[in-house]
């Protein structure tokens, strides 16, 4: 083989971790799908983590609501989405933050 990554999908955005950890291991992180249960405060803020500089897709499962609780602490639910999947509307949420991510 020629040793040829895929081109990385938006290198400008990208740019402070490529200097980190190089194309392949962006590449890595882009082919990644990371499956997330119940979309409690910590796993969220890991997934935001994991978002941010690019991961290829994730999952949320979780069968909860949205309950007044949630809004005190989990930055990825709002008002709005009291009585709503929780996962569901997290999901919305993390996607606004990277849209070449998908959720």
Known sequence: ???H????????RYDRQLRLWGDQGQVLLEKAHVCLINAQPCGIETLKN???PGIGRFTIVDN???TENDLSNNF???HSDI???RGAACVRNLIEMNP???G
């Open 5 to 12: 990554s895929p081109p990385i999908v938006n290198a400008a």
């Open 1 to 3: 083989g020629g040793g």
């Open 50 to 52: 994991l978002v941010l």
């Open 76 to 78: 990825f639910v709002e």
């Open 64 to 66: 909860y609501l949205v």
């Open 83 to 85: 009585g709503n999947n």
């Open 100 to 102: 070449d991510v998908k």
